[in-house]
C-alpha cells in the first residue's frame, strides 16, 4: 500500500508537470549498469549457442558409446536439452529472444534506446559505450540467430540419426577397434616390440604414389601453334560519336580552322584528307571533332575510310569510320 501511494503521488506530480529528473552523474552510473547488464546478456546468449553445440558434437559420441537402444540415447539427449533450458542463461535467453521477437515489446524497446540516447548526459559517454547501446538490438538478434542456427543443426542431425541406421556400422566399427586394443593389451607381456613375428600381412591393391611425382598441367602444350594475326580496326558509327562528344572538351575551333585551310586547296575533303595534313592533336577527340562536324556540315558517302592517329600513351591506333567530305561551297557555314 505504501508503494501504491508513492506511485500514485508520483503520476499526480507528473500530471501537473513536475517531474524528477535525475542529475547527470546518477544517469550516467545507471546507464553504464545498463551496459554492463547487457554485456552479460550478450554473454548469455554465446553460453546457450556454446551448449547447444557442444551438446550436439556430444552427439555422435554418445552414439558410439551406449550401446543401449535409440529410446535411452534420445532420452539421455533431451535431458541434456531440459538442462541447458531450466539454467539461467537458457532462461535469459528465452525470455530476451520472446521479446525481441514480439513486435510491440521491441518496439517498446527501440524507443526505450532511443530515448536514452537523446539525453544530454549521453555525450559523457565513452564512444564504445555509444555504439554498444546504438546496437544492442542488433547484437541480441544476431546473436540469438545463431544460436537458432546451431539448434537447427541440431534438430537435422537428430532427425537423421532417428531415420538412419548408419549408426549400427559406426558402432560395429568402434568395437572392433576396442576389442583389437584389448587384444593387444593383452599380448604387450608376452610379445616384445623387436621380436619378429610369423605372420604375413598381403598388402591391399591399392596403388600409393609420392605428390613429387605428379605433373603440373602445361596450358602451353595446348596453344595452337603461330603468332596472333593483326585484327581490323574496329568501326565508329555516328551514335556513339554523339555520345563521345557529350562527354568530352573537343577544341572545335582549330578542327574548323583545320578543315577551312584544306579546303581551300582542294574542292572536297574527307576526314582522312585533313588529318593527313593536321595530324589529330587530342587523339581520339579530334576524329571524334571531326566525325561530329561532318555529320552536321558535310556529306556522307556510302562507303568508310581508316584513319589514324597517336594516344596518349604514344601508341599509334586506327579506327574504320564513315566517309564522310567537307565541301567547298559549305564552308561558310564552318565559320
Known amino acids: 500500500m505504501a508503494e501504491q501511494a508513492r506511485i500514485d503521488k ?8 513536475q517531474m524528477r529528473v535525475l542529475p547527470h552523474a546518477t544517469a550516467l552510473e545507471r546507464t553504464r549498469e545498463i551496459i554492463t547488464l547487457a554485456d552479460d546478456l550478450a554473454g548469455d546468449f554465446r553460453r546457450v549457442r556454446d551448449q547447444f553445440d557442444q551438446l550436439n558434437r556430444d552427439l555422435r559420441e554418445r552414439i558410439m558409446d551406449n550401446d543401449g537402444n535409440r529410446g ?5 539427449l533431451f535431458a541434456g536439452i531440459d538442462l541447458i533450458s531450466e539454467s539461467d542463461a537458457g532462461r535469459t535467453f528465452s525470455a530476451f529472444w520472446r521479446l525481441l521477437t514480439d513486435p510491440e515489446q521491441a518496439a517498446t524497446l527501440d524507443q526505450a534506446l532511443d530515448s536514452v540516447m537523446s539525453r544530454e548526459f549521453v555525450g559523457q559517454l565513452e564512444a564504445k559505450e555509444r555504439r554498444f547501446l546504438l546496437r544492442l538490438t542488433r547484437t541480441l538478434l544476431e546473436q540469438g540467430g545463431m544460436v537458432h542456427e546451431v539448434l537447427q543443426t541440431f534438430a537435422r542431425s537428430l532427425k537423421h540419426f532417428v531415420q538412419s541406421r548408419e549408426y549400427l556400422e559406426q558402432r560395429r566399427l568402434n568395437h572392433l577397434l576396442k576389442d583389437a586394443q584389448r587384444a593387444a593389451l593383452a599380448l604387450k607381456d608376452e610379445v616384445r616390440a623387436t621380436e619378429t613375428l610369423q605372420y604375413t600381412l598381403e598388402l ?25 594475326a593483326e585484327g581490323d580496326a574496329p568501326p565508329i558509327d555516328l551514335e556513339s560519336v554523339s555520345e563521345l562528344v557529350a562527354q ?4 572545335f575551333r582549330t578542327l574548323k580552322a583545320n578543315v577551312l585551310a584544306v579546303l581551300e586547296q582542294r574542292s572536297q575533303a574527307s576526314i582522312a584528307d585533313v588529318l593527313e595534313q593536321f595530324p589529330a592533336a587530342q587523339g581520339l577527340g579530334s576524329v571524334v571533332g571531326l566525325l561530329a562536324l561532318g ?5 556522307k558517302a556510302d562507303h568508310s575510310e581508316t584513319v589514324g592517329w597517336v ?10 569510320i564513315p566517309k564522310i567530305f567537307f565541301l567547298r561551297e559549305r564552308a561558310n557555314e564552318l565559320v
Open 311 to 320: 594516344g596518349g600513351d604514344d601508341e599509334r591506333r586506327s579506327a574504320r
Open 204 to 228: 591391399t591393391s591399392s596403388r600409393l604414389r609420392s605428390l613429387s611425382q605428379w605433373v603440373l598441367y602445361d596450358p602451353s602444350l595446348q596453344a595452337l601453334p603461330g603468332q596472333m
Open 10 to 17: 508520483e503520476i499526480d506530480a507528473i500530471q501537473k508537470g
Open 248 to 251: 568530352s572538351e573537343i577544341d
Open 295 to 299: 555529320s552536321r556540315h558535310g556529306f
Open 72 to 76: 535411452d540415447v534420445l532420452d539421455s
